[in-house]
C-alpha cells in the first residue's frame, strides 16, 4: 500500500530558529512530492519535486529530494510567527490522478 | 491570483439529508477534485473529473457521493443521505492538466466547506 509519512509530527520553535520537515514515502511509480502550508483551511502550494537533488527555493522557504533514500526535507530558515501552520506533503504515483497526504507537521513559532 | 472557490463554507445538516458542495475551480483548469479531511485525520482522495466524467474515485466514494459540472464553471459534489461519519472539511481542488506530469501541473485547493452532521 502507497504510503506518505511526515516527521516530527509536531515542532515547537522561536522566531529566528531553522526548521527542518521530514517527508518519506513508499509508493509504487513515483512521478512527483508536493509541500503544501495548511494555516486555516486551505492547504496552499509550495513545491513540487519531482528530481533527486534539485534544491527548490522560495524565500526563506526550501526544499529537496532523495529519490534513492525515498524522503524530501522542508526547509524554513529564520522562521517567523506567520509560518506557524501545518505543513503537509503528498505525493503522486502509479497511473493514478490522487494525491496521497501525510498527516502533516505541525510547527508553531513563538516570538 | 485565479483561485479555487468554495460555497458554503459551513454547513450544518441533519443526519439521512442531502448536501450540495460547491466549487468554483481555476477557469483554465481542465481536471478536478474533491479532497475530504476528518478532523485530526490526513487529508483523504475521494474523486478526480476530467472531461466531464469521473476520472478516478476512491473506495470512500460510494453510491451516496455524486459530482457533476452542471455548467461551465461550477463543480458540484452531492451526498445523498448523509452520516454522522460524513461530517469532515470537503477540498476541492484543480489543475491545468493531470498531476505529475511536470512544472505547472501542481493542484490548487480552495477553502473548503466544513460539512457537520448532527
Known amino acids: 500500500e502507497d504510503k506518505v509519512v511526515q516527521s516530527p509530527l509536531s515542532l515547537v520553535v522561536h522566531e529566528g530558529d531553522t526548521v527542518t520537515l521530514n517527508c518519506s514515502y513508499e509508493v509504487t511509480n513515483f512521478r512527483s512530492l508536493l509541500w503544501y502550508k495548511q494555516e486555516k483551511k486551505a492547504p496552499t502550494f509550495l513545491f513540487m519535486l519531482t528530481s533527486s537533488g534539485i534544491e527548490k527555493k522560495s524565500g526563506r522557504l526550501s526544499s529537496i529530494l532523495d529519490k534513492k533514500e525515498l524522503f524530501s526535507i522542508l526547509n524554513i530558515t529564520a522562521t517567523q510567527t506567520g509560518d506557524s501552520a501545518v505543513y503537509l506533503c503528498?505525493?503522486?504515483?502509479?497511473?493514478?490522478?490522487?494525491?496521497?497526504f501525510g498527516t502533516g507537521t505541525r510547527l508553531q513559532v513563538f516570538p | 491570483e485565479p483561485e479555487v472557490t468554495q460555497t458554503p463554507s459551513h454547513q450544518v445538516t441533519q443526519m439521512g439529508q442531502e448536501v450540495i458542495l460547491r466549487c468554483v475551480p481555476i477557469?483554465?483548469?481542465?481536471?478536478f477534485y474533491w479532497y475530504r479531511q476528518i478532523l485530526g485525520q490526513k487529508v483523504e482522495f475521494l474523486v478526480s473529473f476530467y472531461n466531464n466524467e469521473i476520472s478516478e474515485k476512491s473506495e470512500i466514494f460510494d453510491d451516496q457521493f455524486s459530482v457533476e459540472r452542471p455548467d461551465g464553471s461550477n463543480f458540484t459534489l452531492k451526498i445523498r443521505s448523509t452520516k454522522l461519519e460524513d461530517s469532515a472539511m470537503y477540498f476541492c481542488?484543480?489543475?491545468?492538466?493531470?498531476?505529475?506530469?511536470?512544472?505547472?501541473?501542481?493542484?490548487?485547493f480552495g477553502q473548503g466547506t466544513r460539512l457537520t452532521v448532527v
Open positions: 477557469s483554465n483548469h481542465l481536471y
Open positions: 503528498a505525493v503522486e504515483a502509479g497511473d493514478t490522478d490522487k494525491l496521497i
Open positions: 481542488a484543480s489543475s491545468y492538466v493531470r498531476p505529475g506530469t511536470g512544472v505547472g501541473t501542481e493542484a490548487f
